[in-house]
């Protein structure tokens, strides 16, 4: 069983009962953080662009756990020499213990010199996740969603920096996506969002409502 752990913001772990995937571990600072970064646990940390609201306590995680990081090379700020690190890019896809990662494109700024925000597609616990990180609505989401049958697709709706639940929902139907969970939204007030809104707009897939520290079991 997979379970979604959401731990505000644009941070979240997938378990498949093995393997803990964290991603954007922003805990520090984070208004929303529903657990401390001392104790959140990780096997991989996929990170998906150097944007503090991101990246947030990537490598202090990395040190403790001896994690594996995941990330564009070019975010060498957190990964230092004893760190397991695979660098990817755009494109790529990696077998993993727990199945597999494609670095898929997004369109969003990158916070790192030379380097470029990216999303995720996730194959692990017998389901496929796709997670936008920060973008914009694009219609190459259309490729993403022919290449794998996205169980579930992991979309920011806050606005202002991102995607609102209007093109949220336009990405979820791209996608083809069965389930959506949004986040990104209501950290802070320039990214104020009513996720219900969501669930008018979205019309084939199912919404699911994850408040920062909850979880949902993927099925
Ligand atoms: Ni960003
Ligand atoms: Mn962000």
Not at 85 to 111: C, D, Q, W, Y
Not at 118 to 138: E, P, Q, W
Request: with cysteine; hydrophobic share 40%; aromatic share 10%.
């Amino acid at each position: 069983m997979l379970t979604y752990n959401y731990y505000g913001h644009a941070c979240f772990q997938l378990d498949d009962g093995k393997v803990k995937i964290l991603v954007d571990p922003f805990l520090t600072g984070n208004p929303q953080a529903s657990i401390n970064p001392d104790d959140v646990e990780a096997d991989y940390i996929l990170v998906t662009h150097a944007h503090g609201d991101h990246v947030g306590d990537a490598y202090d995680i990395l040190e403790r756990t001896g994690a594996t990081a995941v990330c564009i090379p070019e975010m060498t700020d957190f990964v230092g020499e004893n760190i397991k690190a695979i660098g990817m890019n755009l494109g790529g896809t990696v077998k993993t213990e727990f199945g597999f990662v494609r670095m898929v494109p997004a369109l969003h700024s990158s916070g790192v010199q030379g380097g470029i925000a990216c999303g995720y597609v996730i194959g692990v616990g017998g389901k496929i996740i796709y997670y936008s990180g920060d973008t914009a609505l694009f219609s190459d989401m259309k490729l993403i969603g022919e290449r794998d049958k996205i169980d579930y697709a992991i979309l920011p709706i806050g606005g202002h920096y991102t995607m609102d639940p209007v093109d949220a929902a336009k990405a979820v139907s791209f996608l083809d996506a069965a389930n959506v969970i949004p986040l990104h939204y209501n950290t802070w007030d320039v990214i104020k969002q009513n996720a219900e809104d969501l669930l008018k707009l979205v019309e084939f897939a199912k919404v699911h409502i994850v408040k920062p520290g909850e979880s949902l079991k993927l099925k």
